[in-house]
């Protein structure tokens, strides 16, 4: 049995969609919540059978009590980078991944996490995933949720430097910018295709930030989007891999620009481009990447073979299978 935490989110949920698919036995651990109508959590769970759901505030009783499951794959954060809770962040974000890191070492289970690309700051450090302590204590991420994350690996590369034990298998991965399926409930914190596609849905233009840096078009920020299934495809053959381990980043290897994104929805559709650029919100001002792009060597290097999904196949297969079809859920 695999356990998958924050398993009816979004990037949970395509993980339990493609083990299910499998015909593995996955238990979802999550809180399915009230939500908008028909955009609930527990649609992200309904095309597939699952084991069951299991309440948060009962995973450690059940990892207690019941036989050890093959792996844990930890998606449940809070991910919304607005949140300003720092003790909320905290006990779910940092802590909770650090207690299961320990219950794994002791335990003898694989432990698959997710950190982020936002641990990563402004970029001025580069988007390496070296778990070198020197380079990880350079980078500044720019919000709470990302330093959390932060918090967390530095926290994991520091107890293996130290000798402490290690689960057997491990591996933080560093998300970019990922969009696809069951990221409805998500709010502000949807995907920009999510939004823009919505947006263009009702007739007007699609709207984006205008640069506030010199030097920068507007709608030329760049950004690595990563189709969801590409972040999947790295979680399963992690466990199909059980010697690799460490820190790792998923996305494409290549930045894009938000025009480019926004284009591709338009031509997703067979529509003609309409675009209007609207002033940065106040509370992203000097929190607001202009540029990611992961450097994947360290991944090829364990040996992942896979081919990442190009901006433009990505976008129209979202919008063409899900966003334009009666049921969007996987």
Known sequence: MYLVTGGAGFIGSNIVAALCERGSEVLVCDRLRAGDPGREKWRNLAHHGIAGILPPDRLWSWLAESPRPEAIIHMGAISDTTVRDGDLVVENNLSLTLQLWSWCAENGVRLVYASSAATFGD???????DAAPDYLARL????????????TDRRVTDLLARGNPAPPQWAGLKFFNVYGPNEYHKGRMASVVLHKFRQIMTGAPATLFRADREGIADGEQLRDFVHVDDCVAVVLWLLDNPRASGLFNVGTGTARSFLDLTRAIYAALDKPPEIAFVDMPVDLVGKYQYFTEAQMDRLRAAGFTGTATSLEDGVRRYVQDFLTQPDPYR
């Open 123 to 129: 970029g001025t450090e580069g988007f390496e995933d």
């Open 140 to 151: 500044r991420p720019l919000n709470l949720y990302g330093w959390s994350k932060h918090a």
